[in-house]
């Protein structure tokens, strides 16, 4: 009897371990995997990058600082590509697969930053030697708050709204 009683409580014990892993594992990530991909012109965009969430937090000035090259998402820098020779901001950035970052700044004239090593993680080990082309953009207020980050490929170039901020790119 005692050998059944304890087979029965290893069973329970190990069913609700692994019910308790299998919720683990099926838990959405803190910044999920998102791409945005869109045509311009005769040019195919697409970015990839992680999603955080505001969740009531200080996002510019706080969590993300000024004046800082911030890896436009979270986790893995954002990467942006490429399969035509395009003009960024009026400036060439030749065909390819680049890291894009951005410096945020209180002025509202922030730094956009397309650098020639595309798998990075965070902005840890950028290097600004690598930049590709480096653009200044102007940032608009959106009218609400975007939860959570979001990249839009539209005929005018790409926008990165998060917070209360929009930050179009213009792409030609």
Same mark, same amino acid.
């Given at each position: 009897?005692?050998?059944? %009683? ?5 069973? +329970?014990?190990?069913? #609700? =371990?692994?019910?308790?892993?299998? /919720?683990? &594992? ?20 697409? %970015? ?5 969430? +505001?969740?009531?937090? #200080? =996002?510019?000035?706080?969590?993300? /600082?000024? &004046?800082?090259?911030?890896r436009a998402g979270a986790n893995e820098a954002t990467t942006f590509e490429t399969d035509k020779n395009i003009t960024v901001q009026g400036k060439p950035l030749p065909a390819g697969k680049y890291s894009f970052f951005l410096i ?69």
């Amino acid at each position: 009897m005692k050998t059944i %009683i304890k087979s029965a409580v290893v069973l +329970v014990a190990t069913m #609700t =371990i692994s019910m308790n892993a299998f /919720a683990q &594992d099926t838990k959405k990530p803190a910044s999920p995997p998102a791409t945005a991909t869109g045509k311009i012109k005769d040019a195919t965009i697409t %970015i990839a990058y992680s999603s955080p969430s +505001v969740k009531g937090r #200080t =996002i510019w000035g706080g969590l993300e /600082a000024y &004046d800082k090259v911030w890896r436009a998402g979270a986790n893995e820098a954002t990467t942006f590509e490429t399969d035509k020779n395009i003009t960024v901001q009026g400036k060439p950035l030749p065909a390819g697969k680049y890291s894009f970052f951005l410096i945020p700044k209180e002025s509202g004239t922030w730094t956009a930053i397309f650098n020639k090593e595309p798998k990075q993680w965070g902005a840890y080990k950028y290097e600004e030697s690598k930049d590709a082309l480096r653009v200044d953009v102007k940032t608009k207020p959106l009218q609400a708050t975007q939860e959570t980050l979001v990249y839009k490929v539209n005929s005018n170039g790409f926008t990165m709204d998060w917070d209360k901020i929009s930050v179009p790119v213009e792409i030609k």
